[in-house]
């Protein structure tokens, strides 16, 4: 499904760089649940905003579904992220003066659909978490668990192939966090590919695979387990390597 | 007073901080305050304290009228005035003044003209005007005979005796008789417009008393009431006189049948005429412009008081009174207040002379501005109100935050930010409304003054060159005299070269003289409640309507041979061949003005023109008299160019005039199309300034737009940062920006047009054929405002759709 080659993202610090993402290579493959864990700093965020076509200042290959995302302008990329992603996010980030239903609609507003298929599209995702009773209150006067649940509908609700969640129920307590990964667990078990970004092992225990990052260099994968030798040297290494052979992303 | 002192060091610390905000606070409240200075310095020198006039409010001018001759407001009678003047207990004084010219031929140079005014002796106590040197006139210098003495302007003697005090008792040859000068007046008192010079009225006595002169207004009147006396009451006064002059004429007298009577306005309110209404809505044009600018320094404020939320909520924590952090921001806006107060005085300085340029001359000529009291109150309420608009919301907003509920979210409350641009927006959409109202106004008055360029005038005025010349009664004492000046003049005009024809009449269109009387027709007999036939008369040269292009209907025009002694005649035009001949042809006709004048046959009819208005309604007619036959003191000259520009026709004409009489100098120069530009001027100083002010008030409303939508992106950067990671295209972004903006506008926009339809009746008046929902003005202000509007959201709106989602959710 997605194929990042060689994938390099800095900042620049006063006269110099700091590099958060080193030569990241990793694929992802349909129907995966991906734990992307790490300490901070590590560069977990940095790699799911790139993932999201969040960020676009990015070097390397980034391959969705057979597209070369890097060669794609920023208005084509952000058509693929509509089409095939979904973002959940640890402090939720609904939208205060929205209702619970408008919340949900938002990413649907976005795309050419109907009104009226809009409106069936709301109605089931409601019913579908549960959440048709609460659908005309404001995030304020929810709980964090039910905002994160208001926030997985809204990132779900267009069907991605793609579900990123950065930090998922880094907010929630762990009642709450258990009812959100569960329901991770049944949309991956439905057929939708997820990443997550946690600190937790607990959570990371529902997914089927692990990657570990540290200082921007991915050092871990369960799938592949020669990555962690090849880069822990890489990461313990003192020379700085320029990613010269990369392409270009703007 | 110490921590007024340390508040105050603490405020000017915080405004040299933000040289942006200072500087575009100080500038905004400049204009505005500069604007209303220069407009209220002229109303205040027009309306209430004009100069030269103390205590203007008990100054009155005398007026008479003739209700059934659409007459409403004119000149006295000397046995109006007679009557006025023997209301003791009603008047301290009253004066007649008639506006003279005088040809002043100092010692080996070229005659000029003086322009100046014959008056009676009591005029300058009725304006409380004292001489500077000399004195004025006495009771017995005002007869006839003996009004050879004469008062001088400060202007004149300063410039053409240079001041000399030895003046007094030096004698001048005026209209080539000799005058002794006995006063200099104060440099303040220069009545009536610009006056160089004045000397005795010297009427016989027996006029005043002379029942037959009284519907002969040629006398303007002016009278001070007695302290404690209204303008109604001296009104009620003369109208106790009229019906008094009714009764003794008689049943069916022509006072009665023509609606005359007398009445007393106030003195400004005559000077003011038509501009006094003009001016108040100017007023309240520039007002709003400062109201808008009010709007926006606390706009600004607003969002200052945002960054300064922690440090406010800190210092109420740390016990701070809630009557201090009031006292501190209405500090801040009292400093700017004095900055927009200083730097507004020195454009308003700058402005004046501009307004004065681009007033009509009836109001510029009498003005002399000064700084007095009048205009420094002015500009202190006008302080005062800024410092309380631009304070007053930023210090409500300080003392309402939830200070403790600030402190616990680390300086960013979204509740009070949401309460602040929520106020913000209303004070936005009210500077839009205020904005849309002047635009409206100002659009319907260009397309009334786009109107009333468009009417015709009834002549052909390009091409004519025209000016007065004035005879001097004591060499022109016969009507041989002047009828023989004219028939020559007019013959040195036609034969100059560049000239294709040239007339001569006592008064041309749009020159503001001339006059109108009535007159009896031959075999019509006058109703008992009729006043009669009345037009306006205009006494002209054969070759005039030739020279102004005035089509002859039928008949002929006057010809060389309409002498002094042949048969009298007469022509008219169409608008009085229509009402007083409605049913048969007045060519053949015979009018004259009264038992003793001899009959004038009507011997033509030709079209009409307009007499100095062009938008007015022209019901009044014209009755002609040829020149040779009724030869004024005073007449004007008019040429018509045969291809070259009129001006470069003065020369020629000065020559022309010359070569009859070399003592004549020509006057009032002016080309008929400046004429009648000249009589736009009033409706073009309206239309200029409120379209300046309308201007500023759209550039000041689209800054405050510009602020708000700029600090609504900043406040919504979390929102829009989530709108884009959920899908937003940054064109959703820009169209939720500027769709904000067109929000604003399109409340502002609604509440402007109901403002303009609710001043309706004050604009209406002052429109000519244009109706207040005249859709193109409608269409052209809405899409100007809508511009400005995008124009001003566009940059926020850029900046809003050039986030970059990650980096915003991350600051979160």
Redesign the interface.
């Given at each position: 499904m997605i194929q990042l080659k060689n994938i390099d993202r800095s900042y620049k610090a006063g006269a110099g760089q700091t590099w958060v993402l080193r030569r990241v290579n990793l694929e992802i493959r349909p129907g995966e649940f991906i734990t992307v864990m790490g300490p901070s700093g590590a560069g977990k965020s940095s790699l799911l905003n790139v993932l999201a076509f969040l960020d676009d200042q990015w070097l390397g290959e980034y391959w969705f579904r057979e597209q070369a995302a890097h060669t794609m302008k920023r208005k084509e990329r952000a058509e693929l992220a509509k089409k095939n992603i979904g973002m959940v996010f640890q402090s939720y980030h609904l939208l205060d003066d929205l209702t619970v239903q408008e919340n949900i609609d938002l990413p649907l507003s976005y795309k050419d659909i109907p009104r009226s298929e809009r409106q069936s599209l709301v109605a089931d995702t409601l019913d579908r978490f549960r959440i048709v009773a609460k659908k005309d209150l404001y995030p304020s006067q929810l709980s964090g668990g039910q905002q994160q649940l208001v926030g997985v509908a809204r990132a779900v609700i267009h069907k991605p192939a793609l579900l990123l969640a950065d930090e998922p129920t880094g907010n929630l307590h762990s009642d709450q966090a258990r009812e959100i990964m569960e329901l991770f667990r049944e949309l991956n078990q439905q057929g939708t590919t997820i990443v997550q970004v946690t600190h937790s092992e607990a959570n990371a225990a529902y997914g089927t695979r692990t990657i570990q990052m540290r200082d921007g260099w991915l050092v871990g994968d369960t799938a592949n387990p020669n990555i962690g030798a090849a880069n822990s040297a890489a990461t313990n290494s003192t020379v700085t390597t320029e990613p010269s052979d990369a392409a270009v992303n703007r | 007073m110490e921590t007024i002192f340390q508040d105050l060091r603490y405020t000017l610390r915080q405004l040299f901080k933000s040289p942006g905000f200072t500087a575009t606070a100080i500038l905004t409240l400049a204009l505005g305050i500069g604007a209303n200075v220069a407009v209220f310095s002229v109303i205040n020198a027009s309306l209430l304290n004009p100069s030269g006039v103390p205590h203007p409010d008990r100054v009155v001018a005398l007026r008479a009228k003739y209700a059934m001759a659409d007459l409403g407001n004119i000149n006295m009678s000397p046995p109006d005035f007679a009557d006025a003047a023997a209301g003791k207990n009603v008047f301290t004084s009253v004066a007649v003044m008639k506006k003279s010219a005088f040809n002043y031929s100092a010692s080996g140079s070229t005659p000029e003209r003086l322009s100046g005014a014959s008056v009676s002796w009591q005029w300058f106590d009725v304006f409380w005007a004292r001489p500077q040197l000399g004195r004025v006139f006495r009771s017995e210098e005002d007869q006839p005979g003996s009004n050879h003495e004469v008062v001088l302007s400060y202007a004149a003697w300063k410039r053409r005796f240079g001041g000399d005090p030895g003046v007094i008792g030096r004698t001048l040859l005026l209209n080539e008789e000799s005058y002794q000068v006995v006063g200099v007046m104060g440099p303040e008192f220069n009545w009536p417009n610009q006056a160089e010079l004045w000397v005795p009225l010297g009427l016989p006595a027996a006029s005043y008393s002379d029942n037959q002169l009284r519907h002969n207004e040629y006398l303007f009147c002016v009278a001070r009431l007695r302290p404690g006396v209204t303008n109604d009451q001296a009104s009620a006064y003369l109208a106790l006189r009229t019906s008094q002059q009714i009764a003794a004429e008689g049943q069916n007298s022509y006072s009665q049948a023509a609606g005359w009577g007398m009445f007393s306005m106030p003195l400004v309110d005559f000077v003011a005429g038509d501009l006094r209404k003009p001016l108040f809505l100017l007023l309240a044009a520039v007002m709003s412009v400062l109201l808008i600018a009010c709007a926006n320094i606390a706009g600004l404020q607003l969002a200052r008081a945002s960054g300064k939320q922690r440090e406010v909520s800190i210092q109420i924590a740390l016990g701070v009174s809630r009557s201090r952090l009031i006292r501190s921001a209405l500090l801040e806006s009292l400093v700017l207040a004095c900055a927009g107060v200083g730097l507004g005085l020195v454009i308003a300085q700058t402005t004046i002379p501009l307004l004065l340029l681009l007033a009509p001359a009836s109001l510029s000529r009498n003005l002399a501005i000064h700084v007095g009291w009048p205009i420094l109150g002015f500009v202190v309420i006008v302080g005062a109100a800024c410092v309380f608009f631009c304070g007053v919301a930023p210090a409500w907003q300080m003392t309402h935050s939830r200070w403790f509920q600030t402190l616990q979210e680390g300086g960013r409350s979204?509740t009070s930010s949401r309460g602040r641009q929520r106020l913000r927006s209303a004070l936005v959409v009210t500077e839009i409304a205020v904005a849309m109202l002047l635009l409206v106004g100002a659009g319907l008055l260009v397309r009334s003054l786009q109107q009333v360029q468009q009417l015709e005038t009834g002549f052909n005025p390009r091409g004519l060159m025209s000016a007065a010349v004035s005879l001097p009664p004591s060499i022109y004492k016969t009507d041989e005299q002047r009828a023989a000046f004219f028939t020559s003049a007019e013959e040195q005009l036609k034969n100059l070269s560049g000239v294709r024809s040239g007339a001569i009449a006592d008064a041309l269109p749009f020159d503001n003289n001339g006059g109108s009387a009535s007159f009896s027709i031959k075999g019509q007999t006058v109703a008992p409640d009729s006043p009669g036939p009345h037009g306006n008369i205009r006494v002209i040269s054969p070759d005039y309507f030739a020279t102004l292009s005035i089509s002859l209907v039928r008949g002929r025009v006057f010809s060389p041979q309409d002498r002094l002694k042949t048969d009298r005649v007469a022509i008219v035009d169409e608008t009085l061949a229509r009402r007083y001949w409605p049913n048969e042809d007045p060519l053949g006709q015979h009018i004259n003005f009264g038992d003793r004048t001899p009959w004038m046959e009507i011997v033509g009819v030709v079209k009409h023109a307009k007499t100095s208005s062009l938008e007015a309604d022209n019901t009044e007619g014209y009755y002609y008299l040829p020149i040779a036959q009724s030869p004024p003191g005073m007449a004007s000259l008019v040429v018509r160019s045969s291809g070259a520009d009129p001006e470069s026709l003065v020369s020629s004409m000065s020559r022309a005039v010359g070569a009859v009489d070399a003592s004549l100098p020509l006057y009032d120069l002016k080309t008929m199309e400046q004429r009648v530009d000249e009589s736009l001027t009033g409706r073009r100083f309206l239309v200029l300034l409120l379209s300046a002010f309308a201007g500023l008030a759209l550039l000041l409303a689209a800054v405050g737009l510009y602020g708000v939508i700029s600090y609504s992106v900043r406040m919504r950067t979390?929102?829009l940062g989530?709108?884009?990671?959920?899908?937003?295209?940054?064109t959703?972004v820009m169209g939720l920006i500027l769709g904000k903006g067109m929000q604003l506008a399109a409340t502002g926009l609604v509440l402007g047009l109901a403002g303009t339809l609710a001043a309706g009746k004050i604009l209406s008046s002052l429109l000519y054929q244009t109706s207040l929902l005249n859709p193109l003005t409608l269409l052209t202000t809405i899409s100007l405002l809508t511009a400005t509007v995008l124009l001003a959201c566009y940059v926020p709106a850029r900046r809003a759709a050039a986030l970059?989602?990650?980096r915003t959710?991350?600051e979160?």
């Open positions: - | 979204e979390r929102e989530i709108r884009m990671a959920l899908g937003a295209q940054r959703d970059e989602p990650m959710l991350r979160e």
